[in-house]
């Protein structure tokens, strides 16, 4: 089904991030939650924090985070928090779980992301602070980044006692539309236009008939 012009517009508007925005990625196997807020995003740098979103109810530890992105690198760390635990590979090693991702870089606080240290990893409801990385972000927008984040969590009070989250529940707090509902937008928006379309035709006619 074609779109028009008007409902393409405004699909691209729902989906364009145009300031700060936090995603929530979910646990693969537990309840963990973690967050990804980008403070910017430009086409040679990123500013991001992480943080430790998993209910009180779970204790664990956020003890990495990675990122596979569709770009190449290098990448290079220019900017970290001071007094963190977190160290920037560029070789973090394999996800946990997720065998098909190969990570460009990550903030880790072992030798790896799947071997980390949970003393130093953030608790429940901890935030990193800001990192800055350099390197190619070109054509990516910030959900696209959030889609390919891998964040690791140990000592989780259950069973399995490690986890990795990835994949975007919400977005600043909002859940994150279904396919259906971004067509449900789209066709919205067309009604809008069509409407728009015709009150002009009705109002020019009325002109044209008074002249």
């Given at each position: 089904?074609?779109?028009?012009?008007?409902?393409l517009g405004a699909v691209a508007l729902c989906s364009t991030t145009a300031?700060?925005?936090?995603?929530?990625?979910?646990?693969?196997?537990?309840?963990?939650?973690?967050?990804?807020?980008?403070?910017?995003?430009?086409?040679?740098?990123?500013?991001?924090?992480?943080?430790?979103?998993?209910?009180?109810?779970?204790?664990?530890?956020?003890?990495?985070?990675?990122?596979?992105?569709?770009?190449?690198?290098?990448?290079?760390?220019t900017n970290s928090p001071v007094g963190t635990n977190f160290t920037f590979?560029?070789?973090?090693?394999?996800?946990?779980?997720?065998?098909?991702?190969?990570?460009?870089?990550?903030?880790?606080?072992?030798?790896?992301?799947?071997?980390?240290?949970?003393?130093?990893?953030?608790?429940?409801?901890?935030?990193?602070?800001?990192?800055?990385?350099?390197?190619?972000?070109?054509?990516?927008?910030?959900?696209?980044?959030?889609?390919?984040?891998?964040?690791?969590f140990q000592a989780i009070d259950s069973n399995p006692s490690s986890d990795?989250?990835?994949?975007?529940?919400?977005?600043?707090?909002?859940?994150?539309?279904?396919?259906?509902?971004?067509?449900?937008?789209?066709?919205?928006?067309?009604?809008?236009?069509?409407?728009?379309?015709?009150?002009?035709?009705?109002?020019?006619?009325?002109?044209?008939?008074?002249?």
């Amino acid at each position: 089904m074609l779109l028009t012009a008007a409902a393409l517009g405004a699909v691209a508007l729902c989906s364009t991030t145009a300031n700060a925005d936090t995603f929530t990625l979910g646990g693969n196997q537990t309840a963990v939650r973690g967050s990804l807020t980008i403070a910017s995003l430009t086409n040679g740098q990123i500013v991001f924090s992480f943080a430790n979103a998993t209910p009180n109810s779970l204790s664990s530890r956020l003890t990495g985070i990675g990122f596979d992105l569709p770009t190449n690198g290098p990448f290079s760390l220019t900017n970290s928090p001071v007094g963190t635990n977190f160290t920037f590979s560029t070789n973090p090693g394999n996800v946990p779980q997720f065998n098909g991702a190969n990570l460009d870089f990550a903030e880790i606080t072992g030798n790896n992301i799947a071997g980390g240290n949970p003393p130093s990893g953030l608790a429940n409801g901890v935030s990193s602070g800001n990192f800055t990385v350099t390197g190619n972000f070109a054509g990516l927008s910030q959900q696209t980044i959030a889609q390919n984040t891998y964040i690791r969590f140990q000592a989780i009070d259950s069973n399995p006692s490690s986890d990795v989250a990835n994949g975007i529940i919400t977005i600043s707090g909002s859940p994150v539309p279904e396919p259906s509902e971004w067509l449900a937008m789209g066709m919205a928006a067309t009604s809008v236009g069509g409407l728009m379309i015709r009150a002009r035709r009705r109002k020019g006619t009325r002109e044209t008939l008074a002249a």
